[in-house]
């Protein structure tokens, strides 16, 4: 069978099972599946294929009927300007959380030499694509799980990193290590009632996802000891949930933090703040 054909098979299945993307999805897997990009794969529509490659992509097609993740089934996944690596035991690197990334960028100069922590760091795909466009700077990064940090440093390494990011297993609680220009973080925040309702982000790791009854017992913890880690007029920037704007502000300059801004992401929620360490 020639690819056009497999892939109409693909398709089939996907929107069979109401998977929106399934055009893109399909092109993607059989991209994994012959191991060449997406664009030979559209170059390449009249090529046959072998028996065992129809058989992998049919595989690959069923895992995605499931609504399991597209990263997770190619183990990556592009963010900002570069690929990742992408393993279930971490969070899928999500295109709404490079404000994050933009909004840092915006407080360092190129030439500026500036020591950031990244409390939670993840696959570590915020850390690292400040650091490749911030070539004086450093990063500390910490998380609680011991995969997300070993994924971390494999994408550290694949990025030729590793000498500028530092890992360590801890809770922002039991944090001191230092005073840092930047703190950056994109804490669990979901209320832990709701998360068995948000459909394919049930394959991610419940650690990653789960903010207390109310969706805001990480954030608190991690404004109170960027209080103590931040320099006088360091910058905080956090991820926070579309509905969680006034009740993190508020606790914000509770802890004598002025707003500097609150970003909207890409589908015009409200997706993070900026905030300053005032004393």
């Not at 191991?35 to 072998?50: A, F, M, T, W």
Request: with cysteine.
């Amino acid at each position: 069978m020639k690819i056009k054909d497999n892939l109409k098979d693909g398709y089939e299945i996907l929107k069979g099972n109401n998977i929106f993307s399934y055009k893109l999805d399909c092109e993607i897997l059989m991209s994994q599946t012959l191991n060449i990009s997406r664009e030979e794969v559209l170059l390449n529509l009249d090529k046959g294929i072998k028996e065992e490659e129809r058989e992998k992509y049919l595989n690959l097609i069923n895992r995605r009927k499931k609504k399991e993740p597209i990263a997770y089934i190619t183990n990556n996944k592009y963010f900002w300007k570069d690929k990742f690596v992408t393993v279930k035991d971490v969070l899928i690197p999500r295109p709404d959380s490079e404000h994050l990334v933009e909004q840092t960028l915006r407080f360092i100069k190129k030439d500026q030499s500036k020591r950031i922590l990244d409390v939670g760091v993840g696959s570590g795909c915020l850390s690292i694509s400040i650091l490749k466009e911030r070539p004086y700077c450093k990063f500390d990064a910490i998380d609680l799980s011991k995969n997300a940090l070993k994924l971390a440093k494999i994408n550290a390494n694949l990025h030729q990193l590793s000498d500028r990011i530092k890992f360590y297993k801890r809770d922002v609680d039991n944090f001191c290590n230092d005073k840092y220009d930047l703190i950056i973080s994109n804490p669990p925040y979901i209320n832990k009632h709701k998360i068995k309702y948000l459909g394919s982000i049930v394959y991610e790791p419940k650690i990653a996802l789960d903010g207390g009854l109310d969706g805001l017992e990480v954030i608190k913890k991690v404004i109170s000891k960027s209080k103590n880690l931040l320099k006088t007029n360091g910058k905080l920037i956090l991820e926070i949930g579309y509905d969680q704007k006034y009740r993190v502000t508020k606790f914000l300059q509770e802890k004598n933090f002025f707003i500097n801004k609150i970003i909207k992401d890409y589908g015009k929620n409200i997706r993070c703040i900026v905030s300053t360490k005032i004393n």
